[in-house]
């Protein structure tokens, strides 16, 4: 795939997420009445434009990158044109307000959901028992095992895929054993005495892949069993990140630069690993969107449940402060990923 085409391709992807992002905004806005007043594509000046019948002014802007909608009422200070006076959002009840902006980080996850299941849909990649890799010097080389031999038996156990070899190789650390592989057709029976490695049984070959349809309930298990792994682990490493027990190296912040030069990365490595990644990084961001700090979706949900609970709304003053705390860790470490993505760019591959 060419490197410049790579690099639409991981532009296009960032920006389809973060217009998903918005687009919940939109949609639950939308169902709850609530005024839209723009829907704008990409950043900077607006190239192209045009007004629905709804009122709401949909469009281009110059750098077709991310995009963004404004929901009218969303500043109680704000000026909202006369077609949205009765439908804006600062005079809609809790739960409604609720749903318009958590509805962002919904469709990111519903987005995620979608794409893994396209991935699985793909074919996954499982190691099988043919020997693709010999190391040098190891048990599989001295004794005489080939590239491309299938191990179909070690001593008496049947080996059927490479979990059966795994497990069973390990229970012979410094053991004679006999393995029986499939070489060009014919069978034949190979003694061994297994090497040692972290006290099991070693002996040192890499399996091939082989890519395998997963069927419809294979998919849809593998699908939500992935989403709710990688949800545990998310939050767990955020728990791990402020109580100070996750290294920089583990955690250090990303900058849109560094974001789509992983994509790049991505898919140069082929459609599904892009795929993947496209599905990762929106769960992430959906996630992320309800960290409760400002400008995040999840600081305006914190401060509509601070005034809920006081039945009254914040000071102007008290919004102002918590939205430039906010304003102050994005902007720090947005130069912290920016230099780190420039001089220490990320490479998957090493990952």
Known sequence: MNVVFQYILAILG????IIIHEFGHFIFAKINKIFVEEFFIGMGPKILKFKSRGGTSWGLSAIPVGGYNKISGMDREESVPDIAKDKVYYSKPFW??????????????????????????MGVYSPTSTIDFIEK????????LNINDKIIYLNNTQIKNWDDFSINVKKYPNENVVFKVLRNGNELSIKVKLGVKDNEGYLGISPKLEKKSLGFGGVIKESFKLVGNFTITYFKLIGMLFMGKLPFSQARPVSPIGVVTIFQQSAAMGSQNFILLVALVSLMLGFGNLIPLLPLDGGHIAVMIIEAIRKKPLSKKAVQVYSNIGIIIFVALFVIGFTLDIFKPINISNM
């Open 137 to 144: 010097g190891s048990p599989a080389q001295e004794y005489g």
């Open 14 to 17: 960032f920006s389809i997420i």
């Open 96 to 121: 409604v307000k609720f749903s318009v902006i958590f509805g962002g980080a919904l469709m990111n996850i519903i987005f995620a959901v979608i794409l893994i299941v396209v991935f699985f849909s």
